[in-house]
Nanobody, 125 residues
Framework: QVQLVESGGGSVQAGGSLRLSCVAS??????MGWFRQAPGKEREGVAA???????NYADSVKGRFTLSQDNAKNTLYLQMDSLKTEDTAMYYC?????????????????????WGQGTQVTVSS
């Protein structure tokens, strides 16, 4: 059974930093991503990584957010720097059931099969 557990969210002032963590258990695909949803807005892709270490970032976070992973700990991290009020959202890590969908996940363009419970990020001005 796949389980994704996020942590690290919180409240910060604009310009601050947070690091989100996603611990995966039972998940065997070598691609994973972070997505977010703000109240009243559609869910959007934030950052994703594949088995070759290739990363993709939404234009809105490029240069501010950085993905990393610790395969030994089955953990995906999202370092978020220079946070803006518009980054306020619930952040989720997500995965897919087959490697065939990894390319879509990287492009934020596929149905996602596994979700964590989310971690709230609130950025105040």
């Amino acid at each position: 059974q796949v389980q994704l557990v996020e942590s690290g969210g919180g409240s910060v002032q604009a310009g601050g930093s947070l690091r989100l963590s996603c611990v995966a258990s039972g998940y065997t695909q070598r691609c994973m991503g972070w997505f977010r949803q703000a109240p009243g807005k559609e869910r959007e892709g934030v950052a994703a990584i594949d088995s070759d270490g290739y990363t993709n970032y939404a234009d809105s976070v490029k240069g501010r957010f950085t993905l990393s992973q610790d395969n030994a700990k089955n953990t995906l991290y999202l370092q978020m720097d220079s946070l803006k009020t518009e980054d306020t959202a619930m952040y989720y890590c997500a995965g897919v059931r087959s490697i065939h969908y990894c390319s879509g996940l990287i492009r934020f363009d596929t149905t996602l099969d596994y979700w964590g419970q989310g971690t709230q990020v609130t950025v105040s001005s």
